[in-house]
T-cell receptor
Framework: GAVVSQHPSWVICKSGTSVKIECRSL??????MFWYRQFPKQSLMLMAT?????????EQGVEKDKFLINHASLTLSTLTVTSAHPEDSSFYIC??????????FGPGTRLTVT | AQSVTQLGSHVSVSEGALVLLRCNYS??????LFWYVQYPNQGLQLLLK??????LVKGINGFEAEFKKSETSFHLTKPSAHMSDAAEYFC????????????FGKGTMLLVSP
């Protein structure tokens, strides 16, 4: 149990376009979802925390107008990178937590902006 | 505030040798402690966790870790390394209350040579 999926696993987009990444909890209800960013050979950096039906809470230094997070249901959260630029290229990982508070991680999405 | 320090960005062992990955934490409240493994281009997989109770925690793939409050440590060990253990390992801490965030260490890359 406690499976989290992400889609797509890999995406290439052109500079200036927007890209949406989905995070789904497949077999449990996730009241809270987390979005992380990971640069090559570095640790995970928390970007934002979202509770179902509420606005996301962004970490300091993360542009909320650039990284739009929606958590419309108990099984789905989306991260939209708006007007993407090459410096947004990274590995994005989501996690989901239910009543146990424990975070279960998705497999990640590799974003490349050309 | 909480923090995690992982000593050594890279650890190299021979196949069959003891694996020791070091993790020290700081937390103002009793912590929950985690070890995760990440294979290239994949998400995080939970190896083991300490919440309460027994301080020696056994996880998957033969790994174990011991919570030592007096040393504020949670080192990860495995008696005999396998080639398949080569991966990035992250230690993480969070407060033992609700949806508090995970704080990750910078990670240790485990290299296993034949």
């Amino acid at each position: 149990g406690a499976v989290v999926s992400q889609h797509p696993s890999w995406v290439i987009c052109k500079s200036g376009t927007s890209v949406k990444i989905e995070c789904r909890s497949l077999d449990f209800q996730a009241t809270t979802m987390f979005w992380y960013r990971q640069f090559p050979k570095q640790s995970l950096m928390l970007m934002a925390t979202s509770n179902e039906g509420s606005k996301a809470t962004y970490e300091q230094g993360v542009e909320k107008d650039k990284f739009l997070i929606n958590h419309a249901s108990l099984t789905l959260s989306t991260l939209t990178v708006t007007s993407a630029h090459p410096e947004d290229s990274s590995f994005y990982i989501c996690s989901a937590a239910g009543v146990s508070y424990e975070q279960y991680f998705g497999p990640g999405t590799r974003l490349t902006v050309t | 505030a909480q923090s995690v320090t992982q000593l050594g960005s890279h650890v190299s062992v021979s196949e069959g040798a003891l694996v020791l990955l070091r993790c020290n934490y700081s937390s103002s409240v009793p912590p929950y402690l985690f070890w995760y493994v990440q294979y290239p281009n994949q998400g995080l997989q939970l190896l083991l966790k300490y919440t309460t109770g027994a301080t020696l925690v056994k996880g998957i793939n033969g790994f174990e870790a011991e919570f030592k409050k007096s040393e504020t440590s949670f080192h990860l060990t495995k008696p005999s390394a396998h080639m398949s253990d080569a991966a990035e390992y992250f230690c993480a801490v969070r407060e033992n209350s609700g949806y508090s965030t995970l704080t990750f260490g910078k990670g240790t890359m485990l290299l296993v040579s034949p």
